[in-house]
C-alpha cells in the first residue's frame, strides 16, 4: 500500500505537520512536475525531495556543493534507517565502483554528488543504468553568475538532463534575487517548472546594525544579555583564533572554524557546539551550509558580508525553532573602507586577466596554441612573487579564468607543510651552535608552533619567510637538515594548488571571447556590495523591510524588532533627554564611570547614551577624568 506524504513524514521524521509550502513542492514533485523551491533557511528543503522519493520507486540523484553537508545529511537518512550514500574525494576507483554498483543493484533511495564527481565517465555510465526517480540540485543558487556563491562546476549539472531527459528536476536554495532565480531556472533547463516562494520574512528575528568603537566588549554585552547558543562570523581565519582565545579568556566557551582546521578537529568543534559543550563557534563563512541547529539564539557578524545574500542566510541560522533570535552586524567607520578595499578595490579588469594568464602560461611554459589538458603543480604563492603581482588581484583573476573555462584551478587546503619534532629542545639547540646559518630560521618555527614537539602540526613556511624575511628556501633547507639528521619529521608539499589547462593557449584572444562576462561579473559585484552598505547606513526603512525589498517582496510591514523598530520606540518612550542627563548624574553622584560602564547601567540607546555624554561635557556639567572615567564638575 502506497503511503501519504504524511505518514512518510510521520514515520521516518517523526513530525506530524508539513512547514509552508512544504506539501505543496512534495505533491507538485509527486506529479512529476519540475519544480524551483525558494526557501528561507528554516524552511525544511530537505524534506521537499527526501520525502517524495520514499514515495517513488528509484532512487533520487541529488547534487550538493559541499562535501560536509552530503555526509551529515547522508547520516542523518541512514539513522532514520534510509538508505543513502555519498561519493566523496579521495575514494579509490575500486571502492567507487562498488558504491555505483550498490545503488544500481542494493536499493537505495540517495546517492548524493558533487557537482564535480558528476563528471566522471565512470559515475556518467553508472547513471544511465539507474532507475532514477529525482534529480535534487541544492543551493541551486551556485548555478548563476549572478548568485552569491556562483560554482563553475554547477554548470554541468545539465548532464543529467541528457542522460535522463524524463527525469523531473527540484532546484532548491534560501537565498536569490528574481534575477538570479530567473538564472537558475535556465540554467538547470527547467521545463515549465512550478515555482513555490516562501516569503523571506521572520516574524522571530531581529537584524540590528549597531555602530560601535569597540567590537569584543560589544560582543560580551550581547552574549551577556542574549543567553544560548551563537555563531560569531569573521572575515579571516586569524580574527577566527583571536575573538575565540579572547572569549574563552572572557569565561565564554567557544570554538574558532575556518578552512584550515583539519576535518578531524572541525567534527569534534562542530558536535561540541551541537550538544551545547561549546557555546560559541567563530566561524569564517566555511561554516555554513547545512548547519541544522534550531536553538542559536544570536548570530553576529564581526565585518560587514560583501553581500546580502551572503548576509541573510548567515544571520538565518538563528532561531529556526521559532523563537525570538537576533542577528548583530557591528560595524565602525573603518568598516566601509576595507569592504571596499577587499571586494571592490581587488576585482580584476581585462587587462589583469590578460597578464596573469599570459604569466601563467609562462610559469609553466606553455607555447603559444598548446597546453590543453596539460597538468601542473601551482604554488599561488611563489607564482604571485616572482611577477610581483598583487595576491587578491591575481586570485579573483585565476577564479574567473576557472569559472568561464580557460583553466581549472584547484586549491588543496589539506596538503600542507607539517612538522613533528622527534627530539628535546636541548639537541635542537645543540644542533643549532654547530649550524648557526640555520638559527634564525629554527627559532622562529619553534616560537611559532609550540606545539610541534607533542605531535605533527601543519606549518606555514611563506609566514615564517615573511617574518624572518628569508627565502622560503632557506626555510625548506633548514628543515631538511634537521630532518636529515633525525631530529625531526618533515613533509614538505611542493604546491597549495593544482592548474589545469583547458583551452591551447592563445593569450588576448582567449580573454577577450569572455571580456563580457568579467564586465558583467564585476558590475554585478559592486551592485551586492553597495547594497550590503546601504543596509547598515539606512536608519529610515525597517531592516527587515530593506531585506524584504532586496528579494523582490513589495508587500512589507515593519518587523517591531530589529534596531530601526526598536530605536523607534525607544524614540517614543524618552520624550524629555533631561530624564537620561538626570540618570547619568545619578550615577555618577555614586561614583566616577566609564561610557562603558554608563551604557551598561542606563538600559538606553548607545548611541544615544553616548550622544548626551558628549554634550554634557561640552556644557562641563561632566568632565573626563585621568582615570577616563566621567565624573561631575
Known sequence: MIQSPLQILQQYWKYNSFKPLQKEIIDSVLE?????????????????????????????????????????????LQEKGIKAIALPSGIKYTELDTLLDNCIYGNYKFLYLSPERLQQDIVQERLKQMNINLIAVDEAHCISQWGNDFRPSYKKIKILREIHPAVPIIGLTASATSKVVDDIIQELDLFQPKKFKKSFFRANLGYHVEEVLDKNYKIIQILNKNPGSSIIYVRNRKSAVEISDFLNNSGVTAAFYHGGVDSKDKTKRFHQWLSNETRVMVATNAFGMGIDKPNVRTVIHYNIPESLESYFQEVG?????????????LKNENDIHRLNNQFIKVLPDADAVKLVYRKLCNYFQISYGEGQQSIHDFNFNKFCKTYELNTLITY?????????????????????????VLTTGNQILNFLSNNTQYETAIKAILRTYSGIFDEEVNINISLIASKINKPEEEIISALNKLKDAELIEFNHKLSDAEIIFLVPREDDHTINRIKHHLQEQNASKIDKVKAMISFTENDTICKSRQLLLYFGEQETNDCGICSFCISKKNENLISDIEEIQRDIIRLLREKNLSSRDLITQLEYPEHLTLEILREMNEHQIIKINHDNNYQLV
Do not use: E, Y
Not at 524551483?36 to 520514499?54: D, H
Not at 541560522?317 to 552586524?329: K, M, N, P, W
Not at 574567473?400 to 612538522?419: A, M, N
Open 32 to 76: 512529476g512536475n519540475d519544480v524551483f523551491a525558494l526557501l528561507p533557511t528554516g524552511g525544511g528543503k530537505s524534506i521537499c525531495f527526501q520525502v517524495p522519493v520514499m514515495i517513488k520507486d528509484g532512487i533520487c540523484i541529488v547534487i550538493s556543493p559541499l562535501i560536509a553537508l552530503m555526509q551529515d545529511q547522508v547520516q542523518h
Open 317 to 329: 541560522r538563528a532561531g529556526r525553532d521559532g523563537v525570538t533570535s537576533f542577528g548583530f552586524l
Open 396 to 420: 579573483n583573476a585565476l577564479q574567473f579564468l576557472d569559472r568561464f573555462g580557460v583553466i581549472r584551478f584547484t586549491q588543496r587546503f589539506t596538503k600542507k607543510s607539517t612538522l613533528h
